[in-house]
């Protein structure tokens, strides 16, 4: 039986292996961020370097891939993949393990690569790419005063409307509790530190429930990451949490009425990993190009298109001498960075192990919390 | 008189029954070569992977394989308290083993699908048991971490040792086997999937009504029209058919939400205050409205090729037997269109059931169906198996269905077009 599958899924994967199987194919989510990636770092590298580089949208998650290795015919070089998915897929043995200091270029200064990057990584698979947040973002004509904290993103006799928030728990358990009056601490420690015991945990979804429920909030569960800006400018929600580029995207790219706010905001990060044996592991060509696309320079790149922070912090002092960095060549990037200084002044790290070890129970837990709305 | 004599011979002196058989035989060849591809193509796409799937779902022999020496010493373990020195030991062994063939990883992904929060303190145990000293095991483990000295943890990689299992489909119920084989359900705070399943099975249900409603005016229309009109109806009919499935579902989101284009209707011609604006989007209502939309074509299609063979006569002749419109409609319109009824609802029923992203899209809380889960379980989790048991135990339930349905009506009733 087993066989007989290998060889119908290989059979299936040879059929989509296209022309191009000289090419390194590196995999992201489409749209405005592969954009990003293949103008600010993958066309320089690739002109660079000499080495074709093709770039395939995914819709996330790693069951292409281990599909594609249960099949014998891998076809992905290089994966651009969320926290968890670089531990599990470690775990599982589907990335190659890099030997950071050896595999990546240290920065200018000569800092070596894995002291340059803001925080270590989740798993000996991964390299980090760009750094994006969970902050929330309201829209100035429908809010009447200032929303600053992210309490008030929970105040609704201050801030009256309705809230759009992620439909999983994934950082909303975080927010509550920071809204609820825990102090994150250093990266977000304290939080997590509730999040392991049961009571944390309530107190975080009674907190949620209290928003959803409350006849002067309200709550809309966004799924795509398109839709908290839009739900925002269509004036469905006054408040919604969201990813900081999408808001930006909207904000400047488009010049709708909203305003982000970064009080207790969720700092997240994407990763890049190389798949083990996929077809230019053997020859070196899928690690030369990481190498060089996760460098100084070419990290900087990618924010100029879109407002993720790269994760080399050497990356930033390239931005800030060429500001205006943003493509529209007015606006100054380095103050959109999730990571800068006036941005981080309570936040937490989105802790990718805490999810791995936990992220089905408190997913279910939170869906039943949602059915009982 | 021999019987010989009696057979009937062809020319070539062969007894032409048996002549007879062989051209038959060659002929049933003939027709099964025919066929053999699709017959091939079926095996392939269908039979083959239901069978993987059920394999995969009850398949639990990589842990045991694993972990061959702990199991060996849980045997004895009652499972109420922290098992002995001697099966830490043993389970020490077996890790030592997993560390040196890099399969811990798979070991510590396998067992958080049993328990949460195994990845971690599998990782911790990695690190530290490189600094292990010779005997006393149990205290050295606990020490590595609290949950290794929680008996918990320990059940659940006992619950692991059967090489087949059927826990994947208890999970799938909100139910587990415990240590002492008793099925019990998980948490009452953690029972999502008999919520899913209830779910899944009234948003079909209610979305096959609404498809009936209002696909039988339709396809009644349709059939009885002059050929110009049906035809315009039809294309009305189609074009959203041929319209992609998030484009559909993304207009019913700007039309139904609060501050959509109805409800700015609504306001403005004052049938409901601006600040009174009712919420006919991310909840229950969107599913249904943007579902029944969505479906419908595969109502009306059905319904309107049983429809068109229908002779006007018959109700005409209804009418002149003394029936009023209403009786000659129930008696002898109605009954002639239960083939189309049938295919229609079974078709939509079968569609709805299996729909995920469109009530994700618009159903807010509520939207969260099955499929979902499965999807989650596919792509996030990578637990296949429990994605396998529920996508198996969906399927049984749309056999079931079926299964019903002809004892009911009877399946030579369904006419698809």
């Known amino acids: 039986m087993k066989t007989i599958s290998k060889l119908l899924l290989a059979i299936s994967f040879a059929i989509s292996v296209t022309t191009s199987a000289f090419a390194v194919t590196a995999v992201s989510w489409g749209g405005a961020y592969t954009e990003s990636q293949k103008l600010g770092y993958g066309d320089p590298t690739a002109k660079a370097l000499g080495i074709e580089i093709n770039w395939v949208d995914y819709s996330g998650g790693l069951s292409e891939i281990k599909a594609q290795k249960e099949a014998g015919a891998i076809t992905w070089d290089i994966i651009d993949v969320f926290a968890m998915d670089t531990i599990n897929g470690c775990d599982e043995g589907l990335f190659v393990e890099f030997d950071f200091d050896k595999d990546f270029p240290p920065a200018p200064d000569g800092t070596p690569a894995s002291k340059d990057f803001f925080t270590a990584m989740p798993s000996k698979c991964a390299v980090g790419n760009i750094l994006y947040s969970w902050n929330y973002a309201y829209n100035t004509n429908n809010v009447k005063g200032t929303p600053k904290t992210i309490k008030d993103f929970f105040n609704t006799e201050k801030f009256p409307g309705k809230r759009a928030i992620y439909k999983g728990a994934l950082t909303n358990l975080e927010i509550a509790l920071a809204a609820d009056g825990i102090k994150p601490g250093k990266g977000g420690a304290k939080i997590y530190k509730a999040l392991e015991t049961e009571k944390g945990v309530n107190r975080a979804m009674d907190k949620i429930k209290a928003l959803c429920t409350d006849p002067n909030g309200g709550c809309v569960f966004w799924s795509a990451g398109a839709q908290p800006p839009e739900l925002l400018v269509s004036g469905e929600v006054v408040m919604a949490t969201g990813w900081n580029g999408r808001f930006f995207g909207a904000e400047v790219g488009e010049g709708a009425p909203i305003k982000q706010v970064w009080d207790g905001q969720g700092l997240d990060y994407e990763y890049f990993v190389q798949v083990k044996g996929g077809p230019n592991d053997a020859n070196g060509k899928a690690k030369k190009a990481l190498a060089m696309m996760t460098s100084t320079e070419m990290l900087a790149g990618s924010a100029k298109y879109i407002a993720y922070a790269p994760w080399r912090k050497s990356s930033i002092a390239i931005m800030e001498a060429g500001e205006p960095w943003y493509k529209d060549g007015k606006t100054n990037m380095v103050p959109q960075m999730p990571t800068a200084p006036q941005n981080t002044k309570n936040y937490f790290l989105v802790d990718p192990v805490f999810w791995a070890d936990n992220g089905t129970e408190l997913g279910e837990k939170w869906e039943a919390m949602k059915a009982g709305l | ?417």
């Open chain 2, 1 to 417: 008189m021999s019987s010989e004599t009696n057979k009937i011979l062809t020319t070539d002196g062969i007894p032409l029954e048996v002549s007879l058989k062989r051209s038959e035989r060659k002929n049933k060849i003939k027709a099964f070569l025919l066929v053999a591809p699709l017959l091939l193509f079926l095996i392939i796409t269908y039979i083959f992977p239901i069978g993987s799937m059920l394999t995969r779902s009850i398949d639990d022999k990589m842990v045991t394989e694993m972990l061959p020496k702990t199991y060996k010493a849980m045997e004895t373990w009652d499972g109420k308290e922290l098992p002995s020195e001697e099966v830490f030991e043993a389970f020490y062994f077996d890790f030592r083993n997993l560390v040196e063939e890099k399969r811990e990883g798979k070991l510590s992904t396998q067992l958080n699908y049993t328990k949460n929060g195994f990845k971690s303190i599998i990782k911790k145990l990695r690190r530290k048991s490189k600094s292990f000293e010779e005997g006393n095991y149990k205290e050295q483990i606990m020490a590595v971490h609290k949950r290794w000295a929680d008996v918990e943890y320990w059940q659940a990689i006992k619950r692991r040792a059967p090489a087949y299992t059927t826990q994947k489909y208890l999970k799938g119920m909100d139910m587990y086997k415990n240590e002492s084989g008793e099925i019990v359900s998980v948490d009452e705070d953690r029972r999502i999937h008999r919520v899913l399943w209830l779910r899944t099975l009234e948003i079909a249900f209610f979305v096959t009504l609404f498809c009936f409603l209002m696909a039988y005016p339709i396809a009644h229309l349709l059939a009885t029209l002059p050929m110009k009109y049906s035809n315009l109806l039809m294309i009305c009919v189609l074009l959203p058919f041929w319209t992609s499935l998030l484009v559909r579902t993304a207009s019913w989101m700007i039309l139904l939400q609060q501050q959509g284009m109805v409800n700015d209707f609504f306001v403005w011609i004052g049938l409901v205050g601006d600040d009174n604006r009712p919420e006919m989007m991310f909840n229950k209502t969107g599913s249904y409205v943007a579902m029944t939309q969505i479906l419908l074509p595969f109502m009306v299609l059905p319904l309107y090729s049983v429809m068109k063979t229908i002779s006007p006569s018959l109700m005409r002749a209804g009418k002149s037997l003394g029936g009023t419109p209403l009786v000659a409609f129930w008696k002898v319109y109605f009954p002639l269109t239960i083939p189309g009824i049938g295919a229609g609802c079974l078709l939509v029923f079968i569609l709805a059931i299996g729909y995920y992203i469109t009530p994700a899209l618009v159903g807010g809380a509520s939207g969260t169906l099955i499929s979902n889960q499965i999807a989650f379980h596919m792509k996030s989790t990578l637990d296949w198996s429990f994605a396998s048991a529920m996508g198996l135990m969906l399927l049984t339930g749309v056999l079931a269905i079926y299964w019903v349905y002809n004892k009911i009506v009877g399946v030579d009733n369904i006419k698809l077009g």
